[in-house]
């Protein structure tokens, strides 16, 4: 087996396949994981094979665990995965034919084989034992220098469940792989099996934009029930956060729609297109559960936006409609409702509260497939707190659009 060294990072056109970069610095450390004070004590002894040898003469496990041993102490003494020495394959072999099953063995022999004997080799060790670390990182090692992304996630999920401790590492390698086109099956499939750390790396996965698309992809392809809804938000959030509004648009839908309409102001707990409501001392809006009215409460001093909404655009205008009985009526007319591009922040339009009423009607052009509605406004140091309540707002789109008030 050949030695391997660093692979230089990619240009720009080779994203796709940067899951080899993280893999390659993930295989090694994986490798030399286990060795403990036992490796430290094999190198010592690895001047003087003979006696390292002859330390389980009538044992071919206690062999095969001595070789495995002197290959990772060996392995932790470089900076690459390379062959086994002479004697520890020796000592491996040894053992191989007094135990033929031992996985610590076969990983040994296997990290010595010349790379056009190496195929059919770990296809048949990698069937001996899904829990060596050793044998499966050196499997990993093997699948990555043959670009086989498929074998490597699923080398990498039977790490994850004997390696929970490593979590971290795996999972940046995983989110590496989702950029590219062939990781969408193997992991469907994989995390359709509702493995203990899928939910997690759902949601690592989610902070490596290079991979949001296909993680959507993936996420739509699992079941719901499989899915915790906390996931969801963050996969929902994060689209968002990146600018894909389409993707946690497209999510969000699909949720709410299990989930039933939300009328009114009813508010869900996956944001953004779904009411968010300011709250804050002495600044709040909430929704009345009996009379589906917002109450609103600012402070003397306080303000900003209370309501914020994102919505797909379902036509080339837009029209808003609600009633308000706040008070102090003159600082109500100071509040605010706005329309803008929920991609640039853009504005589109803005009216101030009318008296009793909130009004706002403007055309949405095409580069703003996403528009936020938002209310906003404050109240002065010098003045009474505003108080009221706000009627449901009524969403309708116009020119092929429909009602959006949900």
């Known amino acids: 087996m050949a030695t391997r060294t660093a692979t230089p990072m990619p240009r720009p056109a080779d994203t796709p396949r940067a899951w080899r970069i993280v893999l390659a610095g993930l295989v090694f450390p994986v490798l030399a994981i286990g ?14 094979p003979k006696e390292a040898a002859a330390a389980a003469p009538w044992d071919g496990s206690a062999k095969a665990h ?3 041993g002197a290959y990772q102490g060996q392995l932790a003494a470089g900076e690459t995965v390379a062959p086994p020495e002479p004697w520890i394959v020796e000592l491996a072999r040894d053992a191989y034919r007094r135990q033929p099953l031992t996985p610590e063995a076969l990983a040994v022999i296997g990290a ?14 990698a069937q001996v034992s899904r829990r060596d670390t050793l044998l499966q990182g050196l499997l990993l090692d093997h699948h990555l220098g043959h670009d086989d992304l ?18 971290e590492r795996f999972f940046a390698a995983l989110s590496q792989a989702l950029p ?3 990781s969408i099956d193997p992991f469907v499939e994989i995390l359709a099996a509702d493995p203990k750390w899928g939910d997690a790396f759902l949601v690592a996965a989610s902070r490596n934009e290079e991979g949001l698309e296909n993680l959507s992809r993936i996420r739509h392809r699992l079941p719901d029930g499989s899915i915790e809804a906390h996931v969801d938000q963050a996969l929902i959030s994060a689209f968002a956060r990146s600018g894909q509004l389409d993707l946690a648009h497209d999510l969000h839908r699909r949720l709410a729609q299990k989930q039933g309409e939300r009328p009114g102001w009813q508010a869900s707990t996956i944001p953004p297109f779904d009411w968010r409501f300011v709250d804050e001392p002495g600044f709040r809006a909430q929704r009345d559960p009996e009379s589906e009215q917002l109450d609103l409460l600012i402070a003397r001093g306080k303000g900003g936006p ?29 509040l605010s409702v706005s329309v803008s591009c929920a991609a ?14 909130i009004a706002l009607d ?18 002065w140091s010098d003045e009474p707190r505003l108080h009221g309540t706000i009627s449901p707002i009524t969403v309708t789109f116009g020119a092929g659009g429909q009602d959006a008030d949900q």
Request: with cysteine.
């Open 344 to 357: 640039t922040g853009e504005v589109l339009a803005q009216e101030n509260f009318r008296e009793r009423q």
């Open 35 to 48: 060795a403990g004070a036992q490796t430290l004590a094999i190198v010592g002894e690895s001047t003087r």
């Open 150 to 167: 498929d074998r490597s996630i699923r080398v990498l999920n039977q790490l994850l469940l004997v390696r929970e401790n490593q979590r």
């Open 362 to 379: 403007t055309a949405i052009p095409e580069r703003c497939p996403f528009i936020a509605v938002v209310l906003s406004g404050r109240a």
């Open 180 to 182: 590219d086109p062939r």
């Open 112 to 125: 010595s084989l010349p790379d056009e004997q190496a195929d059919a080799f770990w296809e048949l060790a």
């Open 306 to 334: 209370f309501v914020t909404r994102i919505f797909r655009a379902q036509g080339s205008s837009i029209r808003l409609r609600a009633n308000h009985q706040l008070e102090p009526a003159a600082q109500a007319r100071r």
């Open 66 to 68: 001595l070789a495995k």
